[in-house]
């Protein structure tokens, strides 16, 4: 994919890039995502960014709720460890933003599908082509990347996420993206492909608006509840990271891990 020709311009997308089961990591993404989790979400420029991007591309999307969920054993809240909470704060602030700007797609000057799509590359993808220099490249803190990866290939946890929340988020799936009809809202790339042939409307976009900001408020709730503070959460507050990542992502991927579909293509 290359970068776009002029500051602001929609970075082409299509549903092929939705990932397909099995998401493998490589050594450095992991090195990467893992360092990410660990200070870089932190960063205003890099809010700026992920902005602009609209987070990572769908591979990396679902890639760095494997690598916190997998790889981030302790933590306070009934599950302890391995659970979304930086996914869950991160993607809260993108889906209220997005929300807003949902709200007003012509007011930014550029076609409604345009609205849809990201005007920066993925991060991740960036850093991937930057030439690693020579010798070992350490990970946070001097972890071993290649163990750390071949423990969040392992998906265990993830999974098990996808399964249990699978009952709430199945009926609120994009239908496109799982092939299965029923009355869910399309992902961001359906609905961007929707716009552009005629076959939604701003009202369309307009009830994907509402939708993110009611989503936004359970993501709250959610990170909350992993927190020594927050109460717990129930079984619609724990699926909101997969249906927010859906949004922005696809569905292929947890639909794949909760048994709903059978994903051939490998990513």
Request: hydrophobic residues 45%.
């Amino acid at each position: 994919m290359s970068r776009p020709k002029e500051a602001g311009m929609a970075i082409p997308e299509s549903s092929e890039l939705l990932p397909a089961a099995p998401l493998l990591l490589t050594t450095e993404e992991v090195r990467l995502l893992w360092a990410f989790v660990h200070g870089d979400i932190m960063n205003a420029a890099m809010r700026t960014w992920l902005r602009a991007s609209l987070g990572f591309c769908p591979r990396h999307t679902w890639a760095y709720a494997v690598v916190e969920i997998e790889l981030w054993e302790a933590g306070v809240g009934a599950r302890g460890g391995h659970q979304p909470f930086d996914v869950s704060v991160l993607y809260e602030f993108l889906a209220r933003d997005f929300a807003r700007r949902l709200a007003l797609p012509h007011g930014w000057g550029r076609r409604p599908e345009a609205v849809l799509m990201p005007s920066r590359r993925c991060y991740l993808c960036t850093q991937l082509e930057v030439p690693l220099k020579d010798g070992f490249a350490l990970g946070y803190a001097n972890s071993n990347s290649a163990s750390l990866a071949a423990e969040a290939n392992l998906l265990l946890h993830t999974r098990r996420w996808c399964e249990a929340t699978a009952d709430e988020w199945s009926g609120r799936a994009c239908p496109a993206c799982l092939g299965l009809g029923g009355d869910g809202f399309p992902c961001r790339a359906h609905l961007a492909e929707r716009v552009r042939v005629g076959a939604a409307d701003d009202g369309a976009l307009a009830a994907s608006s509402r939708m993110l900001a009611s989503l936004a408020d359970r993501l709250a709730d959610l990170s909350a509840s992993m927190t020594a503070s927050g109460q717990p959460a129930d079984a619609e507050t724990e699926a909101s990271w997969v249906e927010v990542l859906g949004f922005f992502a696809g569905w292929r991927f947890p639909a794949f891990l909760a048994g709903l579909t059978d994903a051939s293509a490998a990513e």
